[in-house]
C-alpha cells in the first residue's frame, strides 16, 4: 500500500483502539422537565447523570432559560462580531459589572470559553523568557496557555510545595509565574493556595488561579478557592473563572485589576480574534449569577451528597476529595471502560476518565455528584457499585 496521509492515519487509530484508548461522541438529550440530571440516549433509554459539571443544577432553571429567551428576542441569536468590532452588547457589560461587584475587582473581560480564556492570559502576560511553575495536573489548557507563551514550564509534583520551592530557589531570569486549578478538575482536591500565596510572596512571583470547578461550589457566596480559604481576592494577580460548569450556562472570564484587564483586552489574541459569546448567554449568565450567590442551601446539599456516597462505600479507591467531584481509581483504562459501561446498563451515566487526559495507570470514573441529585440518586449508584466493584 501506498504511503498515503490516510494510511498513517488508519495505523494510529489502530494505536488508539489497542490501548483502550477510543473516543466516541453520543448524543444524549436532557429531560429539561426533570428536577434531576436525566437524560434520553439515542436507544431511547433514560440515563441519571453523575457526569456533569453543572454542580449546582442552573442550567436547567427557568430564570436562566427566560433571561435568555428575553435577550434573544432583543439582540437576535449570534454576536455576529468580535468584541472590539461591534459584537459587545449590553448584556455583556452588566454580566461583566456583575461579576466584578461579586468577586471584589477592578474589572471583568467575557472570553468565549475558559480553553481560549487561557490561551488567551498566559500568551498575552507570560514573556518567552519567564520561568512558569505549573502543578503537574493542571488543566490542559495552562498547559497549551504557556506552550504558546515559548516560556520555559517547569511542573512540580501534584500539590508538593517542597517541590514548587526547590524550583523557585534554582530560577533566576526573568519574571516567576505560579499556575494552578483552584480545584483539581479531575481529582476534585483543591490547590494549597495558602502555602502558594507565601512562596509567591518570599520568591516574587505572579499567580494565575484557574477557578473552572471553584466558583458556586466553594466559599462564602460561592466565590471560590480563595473564599474557601479567606484569602483576600488580591493575593493573586489573575483569576479564570468559566461559566459553563457550576453556572450551567458557556463562556468564561478574566477578573482582576483595571490594568490586567486594559492589558489582557488589548493584547489576549484570542480575546482579539474571537466572536463575541451570544448576547442571551451573558443574560442567562446574569441570572445564573444570582441563584449561584444566594446558594447555599445547593452548596450545603452537595456536601450531604459527598459525605454520604464517601461513607457509604468506605472501602472503594476514592482518591481525598472535599468537592463535589469524586473519583474511583480503576487503574487501566481497559477496567474503567467496563465499570462504566455496567453502570450503564444499571441506567446510570459515568464516562471511564483515561490517559491521556488523567496519568497512565490511573484510569478512573469520574463521579461528579450535583445539588440536583435526590438521595434516592445516589442510593441506585451505590446498590450499582456495590455489585460491580
Ligand atoms: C473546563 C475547564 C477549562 C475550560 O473551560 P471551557 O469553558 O470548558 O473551555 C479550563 N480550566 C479548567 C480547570 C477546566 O476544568
Not at 339 to 348: H, I, K, P, S, V
Request: proline share 5%.
Amino acid at each position: 500500500m501506498p504511503d498515503t496521509a490516510e494510511n498513517t492515519w488508519s495505523t494510529q487509530l489502530a494505536d488508539i483502539r489497542r490501548q483502550g484508548l477510543w473516543r466516541e461522541l453520543q448524543s444524549l438529550q436532557p429531560d429539561p422537565d426533570a428536577d434531576r440530571p436525566l437524560f434520553v440516549d439515542a436507544e431511547g433509554r433514560l440515563l441519571l447523570s453523575f457526569a456533569s459539571n453543572d454542580y449546582l443544577g442552573l442550567s436547567r432553571e427557568p430564570a436562566l432559560r427566560q433571561a435568555a429567551i428575553a435577550e434573544m428576542e432583543r439582540s437576535g441569536v449570534g454576536a455576529g462580531a468580535a468584541p472590539l468590532l461591534g459584537g459587545e452588547r449590553p448584556a455583556h457589560q452588566a454580566l461583566a459589572a456583575d461579576l466584578a461587584r461579586w468577586l471584589g475587582v477592578e474589572a471583568v473581560l467575557l472570553f468565549g470559553s475558559g480553553y481560549l480564556a487561557n490561551l488567551g492570559i498566559i500568551s498575552a502576560l507570560v514573556g518567552r523568557q519567564d520561568r512558569v511553575y505549573a502543578d503537574r495536573l493542571n488543566h490542559a489548557s495552562l498547559v497549551d496557555g504557556v506552550r504558546l507563551s515559548g516560556a520555559r514550564l517547569q511542573r512540580y509534583r501534584h500539590g508538593d510545595m517542597a517541590h514548587l520551592q526547590q524550583l523557585l530557589e534554582r530560577g533566576t531570569a526573568g519574571q516567576a509565574w505560579i499556575i494552578t486549578d483552584g480545584v483539581f478538575s479531575m481529582d476534585g482536591d483543591l490547590a494549597p493556595l495558602p502555602e502558594i500565596v507565601t512562596l509567591a510572596r518570599r520568591y516574587q512571583a505572579r499567580i494565575i488561579l484557574d477557578e473552572a470547578h471553584a466558583f458556586g461550589v466553594l466559599g462564602a457566596e460561592g466565590r471560590g478557592t480563595l473564599a474557601h480559604y479567606q484569602l483576600d481576592t488580591h493575593s493573586v494577580d489573575v483569576i479564570m473563572g468559566t461559566l459553563g460548569k457550576a453556572f450551567g450556562v458557556y463562556g468564561a472570564f478574566v477578573a482582576g485589576s483595571q490594568d490586567l484587564i486594559d492589558l489582557l483586552r488589548n493584547r489576549a489574541r484570542s480575546f482579539i480574534y474571537h466572536t463575541a459569546m451570544p448576547a442571551a448567554l451573558a443574560a442567562a449568565a446574569r441570572a445564573s449569577l444570582q441563584l449561584l450567590r444566594d446558594g447555599e442551601d445547593r452548596r450545603a446539599r452537595l456536601v450531604e451528597h459527598r459525605d454520604w456516597l464517601r461513607a457509604e462505600l468506605p472501602d472503594a479507591p476514592w482518591l481525598p476529595s472535599a468537592t463535589p467531584i469524586q473519583g474511583l481509581v480503576l487503574g487501566e483504562a481497559t477496567a474503567a471502560v467496563q465499570t462504566a459501561a455496567r453502570l450503564r446498563e444499571a441506567g446510570l451515566y459515568c464516562p471511564a476518565v483515561r490517559p491521556p487526559t488523567v496519568p497512565k495507570g490511573s484510569a478512573r470514573l469520574r463521579i461528579t455528584l450535583s445539588a440536583a441529585h435526590h438521595r434516592e440518586d445516589l442510593t441506585q449508584l451505590v446498590t450499582a457499585l456495590r455489585e460491580i466493584l
